[in-house]
């Protein structure tokens, strides 16, 4: 890991994103008291969509009452 200052760093920005991305390596830039890190980003998947009625229930109000009860007897029932 490089430590530069802002005005070492300014001339071959370039370069160094290039060794970034190659190695890895993230790149320490100092100004003053205060530091940046120029690191590389990896974008996240995207969440699938979920086709319609996924999350539909197909259960009747006996079994919501069931379930609730078992959760109030639940002893990890937060408070």
């Not at 830039?29 to 690191?39: D, E, H, M, P, Y």
């Not at 319609?52 to 109000?61: D, K, L, M, S």
């Amino acid at each position: 890991m490089d430590y530069l200052t802002v005005t070492s760093a300014k001339p071959k920005l370039g370069r160094l994103m290039d060794r970034v991305l190659k190695k890895g390596e993230p790149v320490i830039i100092r100004r003053g008291k205060r530091f940046v890190q120029l690191s590389e980003y990896v974008v996240p998947e995207a969440i699938p969509q979920r086709p319609v009625g996924y999350f539909a229930a197909e259960e009747t109000p006996a079994e919501y009452e069931r379930a609730n009860r078992l959760a109030a007897l639940s002893p990890d029932r937060p408070e």
